[in-house]
């Protein structure tokens, strides 16, 4: 092997030991033990729950609603792209930007909004807690930003001429979109959905907290098998199948991308919006702008209310009975100290994310030619954890990591670690584009200049990406904040972390709990939001894949 | 001092450069002329050290210099689209060979004002290269390749994004750049006039190989083969047939030669000056049409089938399109071409 080629395995090979260690081992821990219960194959723990009645309702149901959700996401979520695409209007960046709050927002406090706005509290009198509507809404909600940012990216770069073209050419309205726009706009619906698609699959806190007992997803299911039922044999099937279903969503989509790279010419984004005319201009904008209002804001907004609300009017008693362990409360600790846990459980991970994250992405953008499908396929591997669930991540770390040759169950690192894990997609997502879009030409004429390949890194690709890079940074401290999922298996109780303490709080009956709940909701909100602001702060104008 | 001594680089099994071999003396321009696809900017490439040579050696200043690394070669080289550093303003890319190299501060504060001034940017070390228009980029790279005084400039393409007047401007500004500072140059354009108006010397390169070297005046008054005159801008190139001291087209008389030339069928160049049309002239066309080089008019005439001569005119006695005409040629220009290697 030559130097240079040592060189260039070497930032891959880190991410890799990574994964090996903390996803491949622990999955294979769930593999094993699914399909070699005792020591011996045996498939029958799989016959079992394929055709368990109860356990194919629920494989069922992931597959509906995730399919429903999507479809959902895309109807709503279009309209919106076009209007952010190519209309000028007042606080359109800021809206574009705030737009990113509901997706990054923490599951549990989704669920509790939504438990606020049309639970059986509802200022509104619409209780539809544990009917499927409030799963499917929270859904939408969750993944609206994905759809509208980057279909709405693409399509604000897409030039208005070749629409245009097409109509001179004696194209409809319609017809025009059908044949150009939407060939076009193809890629980014695909990446869109299939994202929108996972996510809603693998859905738990959401489907946890609003499902009641009669909606479970699958990753429900292995938590309440592993977690309340002790059935840890069913619960590895049931991850397996997740697992593969996930792998076979992700190998399409590779597939997909690669057969429909299509290079076209963008245009910047200010040369493609135009000011509204007419009163067709002014109804869409109008009734997308009502959709996020009422779809996004409304929801926040009442939680905000929810916790501030006191048997006696307005106070902030919930947030005041923080500071302390009430008698009968869920937690042991000050409901206060979950916060700190998570900021420093966030901080580490933020730190593993970026430092894996960076390294991935090197090894991913520095590949051309021959090596370019090599590339994409360590891109989809990485991507594997974000789409096999938290839960997944979760129950393995439990039934691997806590023996030898690892055992690492007393350790407080496993939470990041698991954290981190569901992060570095999102690094490797903003920072390779970066790094492909620096012009090699640049490192040329550093290198004639006199900069050493080191130097050349330190003064080019480092500063050039250096936004990025925070933005990955921000990206990941906000994941970690509101992770539930693998949380919930890892935290020991003299650790919660905000979601699992906002959990806990939901569980309880009474309206403190469930101001408290809404409290801390709102306090891991704002935490999440100023993560979100800095990254938006210092995000480069580029054309983004969230 | 420049010499490269028969390169050879292959990209995914082909040969994009076979066999080059040329040689710049210290404080010489060579222009390095040849269309698009035939291995000019590889050439670059290969002499800063940015692909590698599967054969051959560049030396600089007697110096072998084929396997140092590119960083340390210490030639410079203007990108065709500049590459600016957009992360950093003009005064930052200009000292950035400076600092990289570990000049101090103030070394490299005075150094960039002075290449600034070179090349008429006086000034304009804060600024955003964003900002610039086409023209202040490529004099900022050029700046930035000047300011640590490499031993060979390389310019790959210098004036080809920029529109006519600005280019003629600019062509002017580097000549007298190029002779006030001494520098060794190579020039890359497939653009004849500029390279004939910059070069000391020239070389024509076509897929990867040399076809053609000499001085401009050289290559103007024997361009050597067909495909080198029809690059350098020449038209008027035909087949023609010599019989003794007769150049035939068509079967008629075109021009007596002075001495005898081979017999047989041949390539000609005709210079345009030396032709006229005369009404008795035995070879007989058709005008096409009327076209200006420089301010001097020109018809084109068709004679027989795929022969056409452009042959200058008065301008108030063109002949109008279709009209039948005939050409004469003066024996002096006259110009035997090889076949194309």
């Given at each position: 092997?030559?130097a240079?080629?040592?060189r260039?395995?070497?930032p891959?090979a880190i991410?890799l030991?990574f994964?090996?260690?903390f996803?491949?081992?622990p999955?294979?821990a769930i593999?094993?033990?699914?399909l070699?219960p005792?020591g011996?194959?045996d498939?029958g ?9 109860s356990?194919r309702?629920?494989l ?5 609603q995730?399919?429903?959700?999507t479809?959902?996401?895309v109807?709503?979520g ?7 695409a190519r209309?000028?209007f007042?606080?359109?960046r800021?809206?574009?930007a705030?737009l990113?709050?509901p997706?990054?927002l923490?599951?549990?406090v989704?669920g ?10 509802s200022?509104v009198g619409?209780d ?13 909600f969750f993944?609206y930003a994905v759809?509208?940012r980057t279909?709405?990216?693409?399509w604000?770069?897409?030039d208005p001429?070749?629409?245009e ?6 194209a409809?309205r319609?017809?025009?979109f059908?044949r150009v726009t939407?060939?076009l706009?193809?890629?980014a619906?695909a990446a869109s959905?299939s994202v929108?698609f996972?996510?809603s ?13 009669r909606y479970r997803t ?12 002790l ?13 593969v ?7 399409a989509y590779?597939?997909?991308?690669e057969r429909r790279?299509?290079?076209q010419?963008l245009?910047?984004?200010e040369?493609?919006a135009r000011r509204?005319?007419g009163?067709r ?5 109008g ?5 996020i ?7 926040l907004a009442v939680?905000v209310g ?6 006696a009017g307005w ?10 362990s009430?008698?009968g ?7 206060l100290?979950a916060v700190?846990n ?11 994310a970026v430092l894996?994250?960076?390294l991935?992405?090197?090894a991913?953008?520095?590949s051309?030619?021959?090596e370019?499908r090599?590339?994409?396929?360590i891109?989809?591997a990485l991507m594997i954890?974000l789409g ?11 039934i691997?990591?806590d023996?030898p040759?690892?055992?690492l169950r007393?350790?407080v ?16 997502r ?6 492909r879009?620096i012009?090699?030409e640049?490192?040329?004429a550093?290198?004639?200049l006199?900069?050493s390949?080191?130097r050349?890194?330190?003064e080019?690709d ?5 936004r ?7 990206f ?6 509101g992770e539930f ?11 919660p972390t905000l979601?699992?303490a ?5 569980g309880q009956?009474g309206p403190?709990?469930?101001a408290?709940?809404a409290?801390l909701?709102?306090?891991?909100m704002?935490?999440t939001?100023?993560a979100?602001?800095l990254i ?5 104008a580029r054309?983004?894949e969230? | 001092m420049?010499e490269v001594?028969h390169?050879v680089?292959?990209v995914?099994?082909?040969r994009i450069?076979?066999?080059?071999s040329l040689?710049v003396?210290a404080g010489?321009?060579l222009g390095?002329?040849g269309?698009s696809?035939?291995g000019k ?8 050290g940015?692909?590698r040579?599967?054969?051959g050696?560049?030396l600089?200043d007697?110096?072998d ?5 590119t960083?340390?070669r210490e030639?410079?080289l203007?990108?065709?689209d500049y590459?600016l550093?957009?992360?950093l303003?003009?005064a930052?890319n200009v000292a950035f060979?400076?600092r990289?190299r570990?000049?101090?501060r103030?070394e ?8 600034l001034?070179?090349v008429g940017?006086?000034?304009?070390g804060?600024?955003a290269v964003s900002?610039l228009?086409?023209?202040e ?8 390749a000047?300011?640590?005084?490499p031993?060979v400039?390389?310019?790959d393409e210098?004036?080809?994004a ?6 003629e401007r600019?062509?002017?500004e580097l000549q ?11 020039y890359v354009t ?5 390279a004939l108006?910059?070069?000391?010397a020239?070389?024509l ?9 000499g001085?401009p005046?050289?290559?103007r ?9 029809r690059?350098l801008?020449f038209?008027?190139?035909?087949e023609v047939?010599?019989?003794a001291?007769s150049?035939?087209l068509a079967g ?16 000609v ?7 006229r ?7 007989r066309?058709?005008v096409?049409g009327h ?6 008019l ?8 795929g022969a056409?001569?452009d042959v200058?005119v008065?301008?108030d006695a ?5 009209s039948?005409v005939g050409v ?5 220009a006259v110009e035997l071409l090889?076949?194309?290697p």
């Open positions: 092997m030559s240079r080629r040592l260039r395995a070497l891959a991410p030991a994964l090996a260690v996803f491949a081992y999955v294979t593999v094993l033990r699914g070699r005792g011996a194959w498939l723990a799989f016959g079992e729950v394929l055709t368990d009645p356990l309702r629920v069922w149901f992931t597959v509906w995730a399919a429903a959700s479809v959902l996401t109807v709503v279009l309209p919106a792209a076009y209007c952010f209309f000028d007042a606080g359109k800021l809206l574009w705030a990113i709050v997706f990054v923490p599951t549990v989704v509790a909004a939504f438990l606020s706005l049309v639970g059986p509290r200022p619409v539809l807690q544990g009917t499927v509507w409030a799963i499917l809404l929270a859904h939408v993944n759809v509208v279909v709405g990216g693409l604000m770069h897409l001429h070749l629409e073209a097409a109509r001179v050419l004696g409809s319609w017809q025009s059908w939407w060939p706009l193809r890629p619906m959905s929108v996972l996510f699959f693998t859905s738990f806190g959401v489907v946890l907290i609003l499902g009641g007992a699958v990753e429900v299911e292995i938590y309440t098998q592993t977690a309340r039922l059935n840890l044999d069913t619960a590895a099937v049931l991850a397996l199948v997740q697992l279903a996930v792998v076979v969503v992700l190998a590779a597939r997909y991308q790279a299509l290079s010419q245009r910047p984004a040369e493609t509204l005319s009163w201009d002014r109804l869409l904008l009734a997308n702008l009502g959709v209002a009422l779809l996004l804001a409304a929801p939680l929810r916790s501030l609300s006191t048997p106070g902030f008693e919930a947030y005041r009975a923080l500071g302390s009430r008698r409360s869920v937690l042991f600790v000050p409901p100290e700190r998570s900021v420093l459980f966030a901080g580490a991970a933020t730190l593993i894996v994250g960076t991935a992405s090197f991913i953008a520095d051309g030619g021959r370019a090599h590339a994409r396929w891109d989809t954890p096999t669930s938290a839960v997944t991540v979760g129950f393995g770390f439990l691997a990591l023996e040759p690892l055992d007393d350790s690192l496993l939470i990041p670690i698991a954290h981190a894990l569901v992060a570095v997609p999102f690094v490797i903003l920072l390779v584009p970066a790094l879009s012009d090699p640049l490192r040329d550093a290198a004639v006199g900069a390949p080191a050349v890194w330190r080019i480092l500063p050039l990406v250096g990025a890079l925070l933005a990955g940074a921000g990941a401290f906000a994941v970690s904040l999922g693998a949380t919930v298996f890892l935290a020991r109780s003299e650790w979601p699992l906002i959990y806990r709080f939901l009956p403190l709990n469930f408290q709940a409290a909701s709102t306090i891991l704002g935490l939001v100023a979100m602001l938006e702060r210092v995000r480069v054309i983004g969230f | 420049l001594e390169l680089v292959g995914d099994g082909r450069l076979d066999g080059v040689r003396g010489e321009v390095v002329l269309p696809g035939s900017t590889t050439l670059l490439r290969a002499v800063a940015l692909v040579c599967e054969q050696r560049v600089i007697g110096r210099v084929t396997e140092v690394p960083h340390r030639v410079g203007m990108f065709q590459a550093f957009p992360h303003d003009v930052g060979g400076l990289v570990g000049a101090s103030d490299q504060r005075a150094r960039v004002e002075e290449v001034e070179l940017l006086r000034g304009y804060a600024r900002s228009s086409g023209g980029r490529q004099r900022v790279a050029l700046a930035r000047l300011a640590p005084a031993r400039l390389m310019l210098p004036l080809g920029l529109d006519r007047a600005l280019r600019l062509l002017v007298e750049l190029f002779a006030t500072l001494g520098l060794t140059v190579v497939h653009d004849q006039d500029e108006t910059l070069s000391d020239l070389v390169l076509r897929e990867g190989r040399v076809v053609r070297r001085s005046a050289e290559l008054a024997h361009p050597g083969d067909v495909w080198s005159a690059f801008g038209t008027n190139v035909l047939e010599v019989r001291d150049v035939l008629e008389v075109l021009a007596r030669t002075a001495g005898a030339l081979p017999s047989g069928r041949c390539w160049l005709i210079r345009p000056r030396g032709a049309l005369e009404d008795s002239a035995p070879v066309g058709t096409e076209l200006y080089a420089g301010d001097q020109r018809v084109r005439v068709r004679v027989g089938e056409t001569l200058p008065g301008d063109a002949p109008p399109p279709g039948e004469v040629v003066e024996p002096a090889d076949r194309s």
